[in-house]
């Protein structure tokens, strides 16, 4: 089997828009709601899960036939620990200021659904090549809506992007105000149900 | 009225299915219904006919409003005036005309919005136009302070038009209620322009009408507001002027808050006629007043020595959004309990968190909102419990029956 074959393009791209892990598998809300009021921590951790999963993936593929079944969840645990504490003492290293921001969220990664999820459904039975797609698919898919997200809610509640002031001074003398409701949780909700809510109408087959 | 109907009859035509615009029929079908009863009976099935159907109903829920809108408008310039210092030079319709105003605005907006986004949805799905936004639309401007921007109160009622009504399915199916949304959605995402000590009071003039500068000592807090910001454990509640102000002027309505919330007078008028037409249920609106009653009580004889508790029980109730809320927020027949031992629950309930927000939570004055929106999420399980109650009640009488 080539390495890009037609089945080696679908488990990358099914995940990013048709089997996205977030809206239509709802896996990793809760880190989704956390991280999105602003848009460098929500770019910061799709990458971070991007490159835990993708390597988790592989690991555990490399290993499947040696992992007693009885135990395959702790196995799987480890190495997902390893590879998140390998990434926070990275963050921690050079971007401090972000790894401050998603505090815990980085640590909370191990217990992130899509990660047991892929583990599980795809590594344990599939070769290395087609994990690493697959981790790279689920991982991209995820941060797609986190960035998505985020960048509505950073816009409408802080007036700016990335931290830059996007939203000119003028529009804010002549009245405008910045949405407070968008930096609280539950507008990241609202927002992602309105993104699940597009997705829906466009292909009424989910 | 015959007028009326032969012009109706006239358009009929041009707007039923093959006519010349027949896009816009649930449009018109809309406009009908909303003048005439339907003459259409159901072909099926046994029904039980009603002189009243829900646009009459949605209808006698604004007329309730009316004396609480009206004595707003009033309220609003005479707040306006005193602040000013020119209201004992201003006469009674000047006043009242200052207020309309200032609120006019408010509910043109509330309506276009909400509306638009109703029609559009009717039209878009072809089905015919829900009458659930008339009393919504209404209740919107009467619980925003005056002085909230027009911008955000569009904001607001597009999202609870769509959020709390829309992707439930439209007018009945709502879990919240939808004018409680859009209050809940200005006050967590503008809290600056809803609470606080400078929106409830106009103080510029409109149209070069009550032009004049403020006048020293001036303060905009709600009773409420100077309550729970009080540091003392006793507080004599203060018009804006400084001047104290008595549990009379509350009753009346004469005290700075939301536009239709003041007058307790005003709100008793719009309760009965909701009670004598069965509109709203007594059982609810009673309960949500023994409930605040006995829970603002509680508090004053539990030696909890801050201002909010020790304020007299009977002031709890007339202060802030208690009345309005408990008349026409509460008693909402699709959003509350529906069992009659639930309407019990439900309101005291609403009373019972009402006040212990009030008292326990300091960061907010107000708890009313909140706790009507905390109940409105419940009431389906209430329903639940008591249905369940009652059904394993009579499976026990008819096991006894059959021993």
């Known amino acids: 089997m080539g390495l890009f074959s037609k089945q080696n393009k679908e488990v990358f791209a099914t995940p990013l828009l048709n089997n996205n892990p977030v809206t239509v598998q709802i896996l990793g809300i809760c880190s989704a709601l956390a991280v999105t009021a602003k848009l460098g921590p929500a770019l910061v951790m799709g990458i971070s899960v991007t490159i835990i999963l993708a390597l988790a993936n592989v690991v555990i593929s490399l290993l499947r036939n040696t992992i007693p079944n009885r135990i395959r969840i702790i196995v799987q645990l480890v190495v997902v620990a390893a590879l998140v504490t390998i990434v926070s003492l990275i963050l921690k290293a050079f971007v401090y200021d972000v790894s401050v921001q998603l505090s815990v969220y980085v640590g909370l990664i191990i217990t992130n659904c899509i990660l047991m999820g892929r583990l599980e459904a795809f590594a344990m039975a599939n070769k290395p090549w087609a994990s690493l797609l697959d981790g790279l698919g689920n991982g991209f898919g995820y941060a797609i809506i986190l960035v998505i997200v985020a960048f509505f809610r950073e816009l409408l509640g802080s007036g700016t992007l990335m931290g830059y002031q996007v939203i000119p001074e003028a529009v804010y003398n002549a009245g405008y105000m910045n949405n407070g409701l968008m930096i609280l949780p539950p507008m990241a909700l609202i927002l992602l149900g309105c993104i699940i809510w597009v997705q829906r109408a466009k292909n009424p087959e989910l | ?403």
Request: a neutral charge; glycine letters at 10%.
């Open chain 2, 1 to 403: 009225m015959n007028a009326l109907r032969k012009l109706l009859d006239k358009m009929k035509p041009t707007f039923s299915e093959g006519g010349k615009l027949s896009m816009f029929r649930s449009v018109f079908d809309g406009f009908e219904t909303f003048l005439f009863v339907p003459n259409a009976t159901s072909k099926s099935g046994a029904h039980i006919h009603d002189a009243n159907d829900s646009k009459r109903l949605m209808i006698m829920v604004v007329i309730a409003l009316m004396p609480a809108l009206l004595f707003g408008m009033y309220n609003v310039g005479y707040q306006h005036y005193l602040a000013i210092g020119q209201l004992a030079t201003t006469g009674f319709w000047t006043l009242f005309w200052f207020g309309f105003l200032a609120v006019l605005p408010k509910i043109i907006v509330s309506y276009l919005v909400g509306l638009g986004i109703e029609f559009t949805v009717a039209q878009w799905k072809g089905e015919e136009i829900h009458e659930g936004f008339l009393v919504s639309g209404m209740l919107i401007p009467m619980i925003v302070p005056v002085e909230c921007p027009l911008w955000i109160m569009a904001i607001a009622t597009a999202f609870a038009v769509v959020f709390a009504k829309e992707i439930f399915g439209g007018t009945g199916m709502n879990i919240v209620n939808v004018a409680l949304v859009a209050r809940a959605f200005l006050f967590f995402s503008y809290p600056t322009k809803m609470s606080g000590d400078n929106v409830w009071v106009r103080t510029d003039g409109i149209l070069g009408l009550g032009d004049g500068n403020v006048i020293d000592g001036f303060t905009g807090a709600t009773p409420l507001g100077q309550v729970g910001s009080a540091l003392e454990s006793q507080v004599q509640v203060t018009d804006i002027a400084g001047q104290a102000s008595s549990t009379l002027d509350a009753v009346i309505g004469l005290i700075p808050g939301s536009i239709g919330e003041t007058s307790v007078i005003a709100i008793a008028l719009g309760a009965i006629l909701l009670l004598v037409t069965r509109v709203a249920s007594w059982k609810t609106m009673l309960s949500v007043f023994a409930g605040g009653a006995l829970t603002a009580y509680l508090f004053n004889v539990s030696g909890i020595d801050t201002a909010v508790a020790n304020l007299p029980w009977y002031q709890h109730l007339i202060y802030g959004g208690f009345c309005f809320g408990a008349v026409f927020m509460a008693t909402d027949p699709v959003t509350s309990a529906r069992t009659e031992a639930g309407k019990w629950i439900y309101g005291f309930m609403v009373g019972f968190m009402a006040i212990t927000i009030r008292v326990l939570n300091p960061g907010y004055p107000e708890g009313m909102m909140l706790a009507i929106l905390l109940l409105n999420v419940c009431a389906p399980l209430i329903d639940h419990c008591v249905v369940q109650a009652n059904i394993s009640k009579r499976l026990k009488r008819a096991k006894s029956i059959n021993q």
